[in-house]
C-alpha cells in the first residue's frame, strides 16, 4: 500500500475589490475589519483614500486597486478593511468585500503572465476557486515592503491628536 503524498497548501483569503478578486497570504494580514467609514484627510491622494478609525488609532486607507495599477474602487461602495502590520504602524487596505479563507495546493496556483497587469512584480499567480471566481494572487509580503505603504504606516495617530491629518509626506499619492 502506497502512503498518501501530502502536498503543500497555501491558506490564502479571498477578497473582492469591485468587480477584481485578490488573494492574499493570510500570514500578510493583521485582522479585517467589518465596514468602515472613511473619513477625509489630507492623505487623500491616488492611493490613500483617507483615514479609517480602529481602536482609537486613526490608520491610512488604501485603494489595492490604484495601488497596483488595476483601477480605482468605486467611490461611493461601502467597504470593509483589511489591516496590514508594517514595522511602523498599521495601513488599512479598503476592500468591497471579504469573501473566505481557502486553503489551495501549490498545483491550483496558475501562472500568470507579466503582461497581464500593469505591476507584475507584486503577483504570484492567478487562481480559480469554484463558488468564488478568479483571483489574482498577491506574492506573501510583497505590500509589507512596498513604499508608499511603508511611508503611510508611519502616519498613525491617536484620534486624541487634533494633528493627526497634517502635514503628509505625500506618499502613494503621485
Not at 502536498?7 to 500570514?27: E, F, I, Q, S, Y
Not at 494572487?137 to 505590500?143: A, D, E, N, S, T
Request: glycine share 8%; hydrophobic share 45%; aromatic share 2%.
Amino acid at each position: 500500500m502506497r502512503a498518501a503524498v501530502s502536498v503543500p497548501r497555501h491558506a490564502l483569503m479571498l477578497v473582492r475589490c469591485g468587480t477584481l478578486g485578490l488573494a492574499l497570504d493570510v500570514t500578510d494580514i493583521h485582522t479585517t475589519l467589518p465596514p468602515v467609514t472613511l473619513a477625509p484627510s489630507s492623505m487623500d491622494g491616488r492611493v490613500c483614500r483617507g483615514v479609517i478609525e480602529h481602536a482609537g488609532v486613526r490608520l491610512p486607507a488604501i485603494d489595492p486597486l490604484a495601488l497596483m495599477g488595476l483601477g480605482a474602487l468605486p467611490d461611493d461602495a461601502p467597504c470593509q478593511a483589511l489591516l496590514l502590520r508594517f514595522p511602523g504602524g498599521l495601513v488599512a487596505m479598503l476592500v468591497s468585500q471579504v469573501i473566505d479563507i481557502v486553503r489551495v495546493p501549490q498545483t491550483d496556483l496558475l501562472a500568470l503572465s507579466p503582461l497581464a497587469v500593469r505591476r507584475p512584480e507584486l503577483f504570484r499567480a492567478a487562481l480559480r476557486v469554484p463558488v468564488h471566481g478568479d483571483h489574482l494572487v498577491l506574492k506573501p509580503g510583497v505590500l509589507q515592503t512596498e513604499p508608499d505603504l511603508l511611508a503611510l504606516s508611519t502616519l498613525n495617530a491617536s484620534t486624541a491628536d487634533a494633528t493627526c491629518t497634517t502635514g503628509t509626506t505625500g506618499a502613494g499619492n503621485t
